[in-house]
C-alpha cells in the first residue's frame, strides 16, 4: 500500500468517525427516557458502539454491504421505545444514506480501490476509467491504443 493510499484510508475512517456520531447525536434523546440511569447509559453506548460498527464495515466492505441502514436500525431499534421508532428509523436512514454517498463518491475517485491497477485513461465523460489494465501494461483493452501511441512518441 501507499503512502498516498494509507493517508487516504485514515481520511475516509476519520469520515466515518464523523458519520457515526452524527447518527448517535441524532437519535441518542430517544433512547428510552423512562429506563433506570444506569440502564440508559448502558444503552447508549451499545446504540454508539453499534453505529461505529456499521460505518466501520461500511469502510472496509462498501460493495458487499447490502441495505446497511436497516441492518442498523435492526440492531438498536430494542433500544428505543415504540413511540420513537420510526423517528430513529428515518434518522438511521439519513445518516446511513449521508455516509453511503460519501463511500460511493470517494469509490468513484478511486481512493478505495486497495491497490488494484486501474487503466489511466479517461473516459469521454471525464472520469477515470474503471477497468482492469492488460497485465503489464498501463491501459485495459479498449484503450490500449492509447499506450501504443505513447510508445510511439
Ligand atoms: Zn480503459
Known amino acids: 500500500m501507499t503512502v498516498q493510499m494509507e493517508a487516504q484510508l485514515m481520511q475516509l475512517k476519520a469520515c466515518m468517525y464523523q458519520y457515526s ?18 440502564v440508559q447509559l448502558e444503552s447508549r453506548r451499545a446504540v454508539l ?3 461505529e460498527q456499521t460505518m466501520e464495515r461500511l469502510a472496509a466492505d462498501p460493495h458487499y454491504f447490502a441495505k446497511p441502514d436497516r441492518a442498523l436500525f435492526q440492531d438498536i431499534r430494542r433500544f428505543f421505545p415504540i413511540t420513537a421508532q420510526a423517528q430513529v428509523a428515518w434518522a438511521v436512514k439519513e445518516g446511513v444514506g449521508a455516509a453511503v454517498g460519501f463511500i460511493e463518491e470517494q469509490l468513484e475517485a478511486g481512493a478505495l480501490d486497495g491497490g488494484v491497477a486501474r487503466c489511466r485513461a479517461t473516459t469521454r465523460k471525464g472520469k477515470p476509467c474503471q477497468r ?14 492509447l499506450e501504443r501511441s505513447l510508445a510511439a512518441a
Open 132 to 145: 482492469t489494465p492488460l497485465p503489464e501494461r498501463d491501459y485495459c483493452p479498449s484503450h490500449q491504443h
Open 49 to 51: 458502539e453499534q453505529c
Open 21 to 38: 456520531r452524527a447518527i448517535y447525536r441524532s437519535i441518542k434523546d430517544l433512547i428510552d427516557p423512562y429506563s433506570e440511569p444506569g
